[in-house]
Structure formats: structure tokens, C-alpha cells
């Protein structure tokens, strides 16, 4: 929703802003040109080779080379540790655009997605953290079939844990993507009008699992509007409804925060015929209010230029 975000983060209005899952840097760009003179927009991705390839092509594109966007790998909820590298004390709006890009889902050897096969990882960063087959491989059938009953509201997740387990008892642990499909084909019955594919809600929950991305999320709730300015904006674009209800409630209840939508945004038709995968997208947008913290507590500059660019989010979540 590159229209939405532009329209209500006010660009032209801004000095710093930050895309926190720069992805394959639609928002970045769409930001950034936007930018007044000197502005800068900060980009963020816990995928370093989303990081590295989007930066190449921004740079090789005339369209966007020039553009005053710095890329840093990292997770968004650690926004203290990015701006001290960036040598700032706070921005003014925020984009944060969850779940998975296309580039992640195209790429047969991260295990996105299950049309195809390939290893069982499904981690955005994977130079850290447990790979899916590694949480199926280690946790207990309880944790599993809640994990997939939580994250991915899959009624089926008793029969998928069991099944998985047996195999983990076979000595056969389930390692890819086309072990987990066949899994779910046996225990999930076809939906009445085959809308969507029985492994779906499992792959979807496990990614949300490997990636802690709740977690990630209401942290980063709580830490945002500390470090945007009075009268930045945060708008936030979710997928799942857990997802949401989390953006819905911080945005409602948190003192800092002015919601500015009631209802969240969808996108427009012309969108989701470009993007079909962007049919589920809720976007909420919310106002910080009066004397934040930002502006009173600079965020303490610790960092050279030099380590700021080897800025690398090495922490465990
Ligand atoms: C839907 S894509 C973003 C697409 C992007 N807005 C664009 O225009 O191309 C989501 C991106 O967020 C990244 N991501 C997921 N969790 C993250 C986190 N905690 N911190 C930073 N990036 C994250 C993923 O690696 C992925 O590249």
C-alpha cells in the first residue's frame, strides 16, 4: 500500500523516517523520493540478503540511485541500536510492512513456500535462530500443536503434531518442505470450496513461531513511540489478525499514541489485482502526542561512522 503509507506518513513534512522491513524497498523508495533536501530514510530488514540485494538495486536503478536511503540489517524492535548507529536521536514516522515479501517467497531454499520443496527453514534471518524442521524436531507434541493452533488457527493441529511426532519416532524427522506438505494433506481436510491449501495455516504458523514475530511486534509497540517525534505518524500494515489485534489495542490504549484511523485501511482493488497477496492487508495509522521522550532523552551516540556500518543486529530476540 506504497500510496497509503506515503499519503499518511507526510514525507515531505519529515527530516528522518524509518522503513522498518526495507523488503525488496517499495516504501523506501516511494519515502525517500519524497524526502525535503537532507532528509534521510532509514531502512531496516532482518533478512541480510534482502538487505544486500534491494541496496544493489536501488544503487544500479536510476530510477532510485541517489536516493538518501541507508540500508542496516537488524530486527525493527531494536530501534534504539539503529539509531545510534544512524547518529540520530528519534524520526518522524515510522512504516513497518509485517510478514514475508515475494522475493522470500520465490526463494525455494528458505521454505516459504510449499508449492515447491526445499529445506524446512522459514527464518527471515538465517544466520540466526531455529529453523522450522530444527522446532519440529525438538519440540514436544503439546508445544507443536499449539504453536500451530495459536499462530495459525489450524483446528487440525492435534493430528499434524501427532503426525509429526511419529515420524520424529520413526526416525524419519520431518526436514523439508514436501514432508510437512504431505503431513498436512493427510490430516487436514480439503476446505469446502478448496480456497486454501490444507498446509497454509501450518507453514504460516511455524514462521510466525521460528521468527517470534508477536514478540517482536509488542515489543516494538512499546518502544516506538519513544522514539518518534510529536506529531510523527506510525503506520503499520499487518496480514494476520493476531497481528492487528495487537496494532488495534497498542494504537487505542497507549497514552502516547493518537489513533488516526478507526477502521484500518485495506487495499484498493487496482492493488490487490496487482498483488493478490496483499487481499489480507490491514493498515493503522497512529499519531505520537505531546512531550515524547525523544525529544527530551537523546539517545545516547555511541558509535563511530565507520561501526555504524558494520550496524549488525547480533543479539538474541
Ligand atoms: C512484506 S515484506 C516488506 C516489503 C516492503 N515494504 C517493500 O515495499 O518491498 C516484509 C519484510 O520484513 C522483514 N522483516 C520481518 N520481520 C522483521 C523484523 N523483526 N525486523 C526487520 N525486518 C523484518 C522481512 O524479512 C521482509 O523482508
Redo the contacts with the bound molecule.
Sequence with gaps: M?DEVVQWLRPESCRVLL????????????LAQRLPPGGRLLA????PA?VAA?TRRIEEDPESAGLPIEAFC?????LERLLTAADETAVDGV??????????LADRDRGFSFTGDGPLDLR??PTSGQTAADFLAAASEFDIADAIYRYGEERYSRRIARAVVQRRQARQPVRTVAELVEICRRCVPRSKNHDIHPATRTFQALRITV?Q?LA??ES?LKVLPDHVRPGGRIAI?S?HSLEDRLVKQAFRSDPRLQALTRKPLRPTDTEVDDNPRSRSAKMRVAEVVGDSPADRTPTPRRMGAKEAARYRDEEEE
Design positions: 506504497p522503513d522498518g522491513t526495507f523488503g525488496a524497498g517499495g516504501h523506501s523508495i516511494a531496516v530488514d532482518r533478512d534482502a534491494t537488524g530486527s525493527y524492535h531494536r512504516v513497518l510492512d509485517l510478514g514475508l515479501s515475494s522475493d522470500q527471515f534471518d521468527n514475530e517482536i511486534l516494538a500494515i496480514f
